[in-house]
């Protein structure tokens, strides 16, 4: 029925055959950017990681020679180097109900949280359940070899006259050490079974 398109950071959605180019991102709190966003099956809700904080402070320049041309060439280049610092880095995960069009009504929930321990630490992509109640990603964190396996649930269809209560955090439904390659984390991609309870 139409597209959606990262503007900055702005979440941009067009439906074919009509005028209308929605922003349908929800308001983080100051100095979070969207990451990456979700849409569930349903497209109803949009799942969304935000990230604070940058990936390569400092400002220190190394020179790299460039044999490409016909003399050699030498740039200054940022680089970040392993006795450096580590950067402040957040990542959260907030889910996000899509209402009509025009109104801006919903907050989004954040569901989890996670500070950066290391340069390996990863967050997967998320993943949706086909029945769209549920998420499912993984985190492995650096500093202690821990990976674990997360879903949060979409809070339920509020009765009639009833206020829609928040989603819940995420809880963690296994874990276990890693200890190999480094970028072995970054492979698994946790997914829901057709019957919306497993995942493989």
Known sequence: KGYTCLRDTALMRVVFGSGLVQQIDPKLPGGETLSTYRFSPDAKHLAV??????????????SIASYRDRFMK????????????????ELKVYLHQLN??????????????????????????????????????????????????????????PK?????????????????LHTRGPTTPGMMQPRFLDDSRRLV
């Open 100 to 157: 009509a069009p025009m109104l801006e009504d919903g907050e989004p929930t954040k569901v989890f949280e996670h500070k950066s321990s290391g340069p390996r630490d990863i967050l997967t992509a998320v993943e949706w359940s086909p029945d769209s109640k549920r998420i499912a990603f993984g985190v492995f964190e650096q500093s202690s070899s821990q990976v674990r396996i997360l879903t949060a649930e979409v809070a339920p269809e």
């Open 160 to 176: 009639k006259g009833e206020k829609r209560q928040p989603a819940g955090t995420a809880k963690v439904v296994h874990r276990f």
């Open 74 to 89: 030498v740039n200054e280049v940022p680089r970040h180097v392993s006795d450096d610092p580590l950067p402040d880095v």
């Open 49 to 62: 990681v935000s990230r604070k904080g940058t990936a390569r402070p400092g400002d220190r320049k190394v």
